[in-house]
């Protein structure tokens, strides 16, 4: 908190996540992620899957499963320049147009997509 600002991991996060299920149980863990969190919880399924029992990952950034992926990439980039460049404020700023104004709500959508693992049941409600 005191250094340089630096890129987050999601595979950091997802650490965070299976050191703090490992302190507080050894049974696998209902899991809900929503946002940059269903990010998180999909890489604790998938890197110790024997913690999850069941998952839930709501409008996880993922754009690779819409059809205008390039599109969404495009924008998301756009947002981490403009934090390495004007910082948290304006990041957060784009961030909200990129949502909510330029007529830019996602063009395709899919309802939820849900992938069955050997440990898991995964659902992803992207976009809504």
Do not use: K
Request: proline share 7%.
């Amino acid at each position: 908190m005191t250094g340089p600002a630096a890129d987050q991991s999601v595979a950091d996060f997802g650490r965070d996540a299976h050191l703090l299920l490992a302190a507080l149980t050894g049974e696998p863990a209902y899991v809900l992620g929503m946002s940059g969190g269903a990010l998180t919880a999909l890489d604790l399924a998938a890197r110790h899957p024997g913690q999850v029992r069941a998952l839930i990952a709501h409008e996880p950034p993922i754009p690779e499963i819409l059809d205008d992926a390039a599109h969404w990439r495009a924008a998301f980039q756009d947002v981490r320049d403009t934090y390495r460049e004007q910082g948290r404020g304006a990041a957060m700023g784009r961030f909200a147009a990129t949502f909510n104004g330029d007529g830019a709500a996602p063009r395709s959508t899919p309802h939820f997509v849900t992938v069955h693992s050997a440990s898991c049941r995964w659902t992803f409600i992207p976009y809504s």
